[in-house]
Structures are given as structure tokens and as C-alpha cells.
């Protein structure tokens, strides 16, 4: 199962930075590592993360800035490892949108359980939303099971790959879908950067959209990223 799980860890000290990659690439989770706030935030955008582990006192944006940046896009887990002293800073970062504060210095044996207990609580909330077969986004309706869509309670009709694209951002309203993660989840096939392929069925589910409600913008291009549900 491990294999499947992508961590980020952000930390700008290398040596805790390699520690922290290493006791995890030994129980076989893909590791990924920033040293920066900036560098954080791009593989954020550029890559599909199950966990982060966040060090708060980073260059060029801070890890509290980073936590409220994740969590308008994303659900995923956020644990903080800080040397940032008192009760008061673990309140604030939890109130921001951490799921887990570690003081350093930490033992690897606690880090280890607190990243398995967080990712056994992500993937039950995933499965249960992958698993649900209707979804809703304002006045659209998606049926998984029965392959149909309603706008204001009037259907519309859209092809295989179509429909699984608008079920995926529906999926997931709050996160920001790269072209490169939507081509490999819709057509199972290696991104070579064909924009155009992906763009042609996002423009096309708009204008589906829009003959029933032109008045209501639905799918938001995040520019140089991707696509999210506005």
C-alpha cells in the first residue's frame, strides 16, 4: 500500500530533511523533499501529495502561510514538525488547518505512527468519497453509476471522457487538477504535454454547461496550473 502514498516533507535544515526522507522511504512511502516555502508550493502545484510533514520557519513563505495556502485547494493531511516553542503556537496552527503538531526534537518511531494515523483516517475519507455515487456542485448533479449529469434539473449529455473529467474535479471542488494529472487519470496513458487534447473536453463540458445556465461559471482555470470547480 505504501507504494501509492506520496509525502512531501519541508524542512530547510538537510539534515533533518534527509533523516525525515529516509525512515520514510524504508517503510516504501515515494518521498519528496522542499527546503523552501517557495519550492513547497510549486511541488504542491506540480504533483499529487497524500501527506505533508511542514516545518513552520522557512524562507520565502513561512509554514503557516503554506497551511492556509494547502488547504484552499486541498484535504490531505498536514502534520507539523517545529522547534517553535509553546502551546500557544500548536493552538494557531491547528486553528489554521494542521492535522498533527510534532515538537522537535522528535523520535522517528512517534513520527512513523503519526504519519499512519493520519493517512489511515485520509484514505477512508477518500475511498468514502471516491465510493459515493452521486455527486453535487451548486445546481449539478452527477450520477456515477448511471453515467448522467443534470444542470438546474435538465440533463446534458457528454461523452465517456467528458463525464469523467467533471466527476474528478467534482471529486475533489477545492483542489486544483494539473492537465498532466487529468490526462494520465482520464485516458490511464504517460502525459507528454498535448495541453490541447485536455483543453478541447474542458471547453467542451462548459459549453454543455452553459446552454442550460450561461449565467453561473463552473470549472476555473487556475493559469500555469490546471483546473479546479470555481
Known amino acids: ?110 513520527v512513523l505512527a503519526r504519519v499512519e494515523a493520519q493517512l489511515r483516517r485520509y484514505l477512508v475519507f477518500s475511498e468514502s468519497i471516491q465510493n459515493k455515487s452521486t455527486l453535487k456542485f451548486k445546481d449539478i448533479t452527477l450520477y456515477k453509476d448511471e453515467y448522467k449529469v443534470f444542470v438546474s434539473n ?19 471542488p477545492k483542489k486544483v487538477f494539473t492537465k498532466a494529472v487529468l490526462f494520465e487519470h482520464v485516458w490511464n496513458d504517460e502525459f507528454f504535454g498535448d495541453d490541447n487534447t485536455v483543453n478541447v473536453h474542458i471547453s467542451n463540458i462548459r459549453s454543455k454547461i452553459a446552454k442550460i445556465n450561461p449565467q453561473t461559471q463552473y470549472i476555473k482555470t487556475v493559469w500555469g496550473i490546471g483546473f479546479k470547480m470555481e
Do not use: H, W
Open 154 to 172: 435538465k440533463e446534458i449529455f457528454l461523452t465517456a471522457r467528458e463525464f469523467e473529467i467533471l466527476a474528478l474535479l467534482m471529486q475533489y
Open 1 to 110: 500500500m505504501n507504494e501509492d502514498i506520496n509525502i512531501l516533507v519541508v524542512e530547510d535544515d538537510e539534515d533533518i530533511n534527509i533523516l525525515l526522507c529516509r525512515i520514510l522511504e524504508k517503510q516504501n512511502y515515494n518521498v519528496k523533499s522542499a527546503f523552501s516555502g517557495s519550492e513547497a508550493k510549486m511541488c504542491l502545484e506540480m504533483y499529487d501529495f497524500q501527506l505533508v510533514l511542514l516545518d513552520l520557519m522557512l524562507p520565502a513563505i513561512t509554514g503557516e502561510q503554506l497551511i492556509a495556502n494547502i488547504r484552499k485547494i486541498k484535504v490531505m493531511p498536514i502534520i507539523v514538525i517545529s522547534a517553535k516553542p509553546g502551546q500557544e503556537t500548536k493552538i494557531e496552527v491547528l486553528k489554521l488547518g494542521a492535522d498533527d503538531f510534532i515538537s522537535k526534537p522528535f523520535d522517528v518511531d512517534e
